[in-house]
């Protein structure tokens, strides 16, 4: 799988808004390349929450570990939720420990080396191993930001009488 691939998988997803900083744009030049997936039908990012999927192209200060800066390596970052988590790192979110597997190996699904603990799953380079499981963990990320956003919506509504 090449990012343009995934980008058009997840953005042909009803009501997904891409967000793919460039120059010129208004974004920090450090978010340059990269691709942010928010459940916005509305077509308006959200003022808060994080996006339910990304893709890196490069180390983040801070997330050197997966050693994006290597020529054509990008990280698909998921939000998978905590019964996801465990199944595929054994661990519950809360108890992963980064550092616990090779973050910077290619076609293998790990904890997000920063935000495992909350639930996040990564591949880098996604290929024939996982290209399969990743479709289905976006596609579980976006049901997940959908009935968040759908659930938060009918908190909002007024009681009709």
Request: proline share 11%.
């Amino acid at each position: 799988m090449d990012m343009k691939e995934i980008i058009d998988f997840v953005a042909g997803m009803p009501g997904v808004l891409a967000m793919l900083p460039g120059p010129g744009d208004g974004t920090p030049e450090l978010a340059w390349g990269d691709a942010f997936f928010y459940y916005a039908p509305d077509g308006v990012p959200p003022k808060t929450g994080q996006p339910f999927a990304t893709i890196v192209t490069k180390d983040y200060p801070g997330d050197e570990d997966s050693r994006l800066n290597r020529p054509g390596a990008f990280r698909v970052n998921l939000f998978a939720g905590h019964e996801a988590f465990e199944r595929w790192t054994g661990q519950r979110p809360r108890d992963f420990r980064p550092g616990s597997v090779d973050v910077s190996r290619s076609d293998v699904i790990f904890g997000h080396p920063v935000y495992g603990t909350l639930g996040w799953l990564a591949v880098v380079n996604p290929g024939p191993r996982t290209e399969a499981d990743v479709r289905v963990l976006l596609r579980d990320a976006y049901q997940l930001a959908r009935t968040r956003r759908e659930r938060r919506e009918e908190r909002r509504r007024p009681a009709t009488p």
